[in-house]
């Protein structure tokens, strides 16, 4: 029997890091991080002095990957990107829970549908066959 992919669980430090990369729609580096996890001094994303433990951690589980820009200074440092969507992060969640089954999907977007406030199932259902259709 072929054993799953180990489950990941990100701590709210390694999570808030996530978010802040798929929300820039860009590769970012470090100072543009620092700058937007610090905006709020009181409240913080998270700490200053763990960047490089989180950057180095999600590098590990393959969530995001470090870019090496060309030329001089300090605007040309590495930039970081996600390696998979906040879509598809929520599907690796499910996916690699001990107890979880193929057969459990139609129940699972169901449940979606459930808690979706205003989904509307005849407008959705043949968007979710077509991204059905273009998994690998």
């Known amino acids: 029997m072929k054993r799953k992919k180990p489950y990941i669980r990100l701590t709210n430090s390694e999570f808030a890091m996530m978010q802040l990369l798929w929300e820039a729609g860009r590769p970012l580096n470090r100072a543009e991080i620092m700058e937007i996890a610090l905006r709020d001094p009181e409240n913080p994303l998270f700490a200053k002095n763990s960047f490089h433990v989180i950057i180095n951690n999600l590098i590990g589980y393959q969530f995001i990957a470090a870019f090496i820009n060309d030329g001089p200074g300090?605007?040309?440092?590495?930039?970081?990107?996600?390696?998979?969507?906040?879509?598809?992060?929520?599907?690796?969640?499910?996916?690699?829970?001990?107890?979880?089954?193929?057969?459990?999907?139609?129940?699972?977007?169901?449940?979606?549908?459930?808690?979706?406030?205003?989904?509307?199932?005849?407008?959705?259902?043949?968007?979710?066959?077509?991204?059905?259709?273009r998994c690998k």
């Open 74 to 133: 300090r605007k040309n440092a590495r930039r970081f990107a996600p390696l998979l969507t906040r879509n598809e992060y929520a599907g690796l969640q499910i996916a690699t829970t001990e107890h979880y089954k193929a057969s459990d999907i139609p129940e699972i977007v169901a449940a979606i549908f459930k808690y979706t406030k205003d989904a509307n199932k005849e407008e959705l259902l043949p968007k979710i066959e077509e991204a059905v259709r």
